[in-house]
């Protein structure tokens, strides 16, 4: 048995407030980590927004990759989902399963997490350590005014359907490090950092309330999310496949069918994708980074161009 | 790959709301299963307590245990903690990590797990499922009026020591299990329903907000608990050990110092452990169960009688 115990672990790691005097929770958190329960103080007339999102070694990172990356990596995937709600972060919870207490692996690992708890302004409020295969399952909570949360569900013929960045780039990062694909110098730092901190712009989220009438986050492809919002709205879409953004500095490195390919469906890009009516396309248009890819359609179908797309999202199982 | 996808599974077994009409979503659930996050509604003047709970298989339960037993065992750890903040159920989500996705093992998880929600009052809310090592984390919701959350740090010098009912039982159902121990069948069926359904008392936590001035609940034996409280509230504690609720039915099957032991070091006994200033001995006194087994005293040990004891609960690591 280690010389660590779970207390002193989550004390040593876990406990920001204590161990740093830059780090602050926030006034919303009544009671942080250390007790029984986390307890948060929700703003008037919001709703809590909550998502859990689990990680698990060999599947969804490398057990040897740097351990400040994956923190970091799993705080943003799944503060995504927040995001996708048009909520704001309130804070986060971790449960954290471990072969041993390695405390090397611990110090990058928190210092990656609280780093970018502080990045989102998301901070961690609470969680359970456990023995156990290496497993990171990280809820986020957020709020959102009374109902105002963007849903899958609200998208209606005729509207436009937008994405917040460039896609593909998950799929191309994952190409390259394991080594389908060769790039510059430049192209690989961006899908580096593409890869490990997707930018999660809650602002957008916030924004989108009045305007967008569906709305989800980009993680498992372009296809198989917007298939979700198609499924959830009783209908279909259509996108122009040259209306796709993808990244200029790698988009070179491979065909033009393979970075199309990667776009429609490669997943781990977390933009959000979402519909709007029509008259919001001028604003929409003026907002940095998001595109009109397409429009909302009759029926059940997604088309990319005049081809029937299958949903070949990534299976979980 | 097997034909069941994620989110034909999350449909299939984990949307109650659709599968059963016996089970209808509470009000305060805005959206449930099936969107990026659940969004919940809180009572006004409430502030939020949240959990997580970790149990992995190997560690905490055994793989090839009865899956509905697994799966109403860990939800009811969970929701053990809502009801030592003196908090009330909103909700859970359940982060699944699965080695396959096995439908006899599912349906019977599932089965376990919405009926015992639905003991609890306490719905599924939302989750993520994921493949891997066989590991459950399950993080409950509740409200509690503002400012009135149960704390750890309040104890002082001279309150009584309260426990809500029998200690030991977690301690005698593992050596059962373990053929450490032969006991009578009503003490079988006693400690396999103690552990594997621990009785969890929401309206006793309510009923404490205005009388209990710390308090815990039992999971990793009562003295790592107590200390617990000691600790955050800067006091010792004495026990008296002829005090200590040991269930009758087990009682003579161990000698009297394996069961003190028990009651004192073994976890898993989900009872509340709580300190109240005297005052309240006659009120606390005709509540079932709940007994009182020491004394809040000064300085920072925890005595049994007259001995000074160790620290010894479950370590995580």
Chains 1, 2 share one sequence.
């Not at 779970?6 to 004390?11: P, T």
């Not at 405390?103 to 780093?115: V, Y």
């Not at 602002?203 to 999310?225: E, H």
């Not at 122009?240 to 199309?260: G, K, R």
């Amino acid at each position: 048995m280690p010389a660590l115990g779970e207390f002193e672990l989550i004390q040593r790691y876990f406990t920001p407030s204590l161990s740093s005097t830059s780090y602050k929770l926030p006034e919303n958190i009544s009671i942080g980590v250390g007790d029984d329960c986390a307890v948060l103080k929700m703003p008037a007339n919001a709703e809590l927004a909550i998502s859990v999102d689990t990680q698990v070694a060999g599947v969804h990172f490398h057990a040897d990759a740097d351990p400040s990356l994956i923190a970091a990596r799993a705080l943003r995937c799944a503060a995504s989902d927040l995001a996708a709600m048009g909520a704001e972060p309130l804070g986060f919870t971790l449960a954290l399963t471990l072969p041993s207490a390695d405390e090397n692996w611990l110090e990058k690992f928190s210092s990656g997490l609280l780093q970018t708890a502080q990045q989102l302004r998301c901070p961690l409020i609470g969680g359970d350590t456990t023995r156990g295969p290496l497993c990171i399952s990280i809820q986020v909570h957020g709020s959102v005014p009374s109902g105002k949360a963007l849903r899958r569900g609200g998208a209606k013929t005729g509207d436009d359907i937008w994405v917040s960045g460039t896609l593909g780039d998950g799929a191309a990062a994952l190409a390259l490090m394991e080594k389908r694909m060769t790039t510059s110098n430049a192209a690989a730092d961006y899908l580096w950092q593409r890869f490990y901190h997707p930018d999660i712009d809650f602002s957008l989220g916030v924004r989108l309330r009045d305007i967008a009438s569906s709305c989800i986050d980009v993680s498992d492809g372009l296809l198989a999310d917007l298939d979700h919002i198609c499924k959830a709205s009783g209908v279909g879409a259509r996108i122009e496949s040259v209306a796709l953004p993808i990244a200029t500095v790698w988009h070179d490195s491979v065909s033009v069918e393979q970075a199309q390919q990667w776009a429609l469906t490669g997943g781990d890009d977390y933009r959000l994708c979402f519909t709007a009516a029509p008259q919001h396309a001028i604003v929409l248009q003026s907002v940095q980074g998001v595109r009109c890819i397409g429009r909302i359609v009759e029926g059940v179908d997604i088309l990319v161009d005049d081809a029937k797309m299958m949903n070949s999202g990534f299976r979980h199982f």
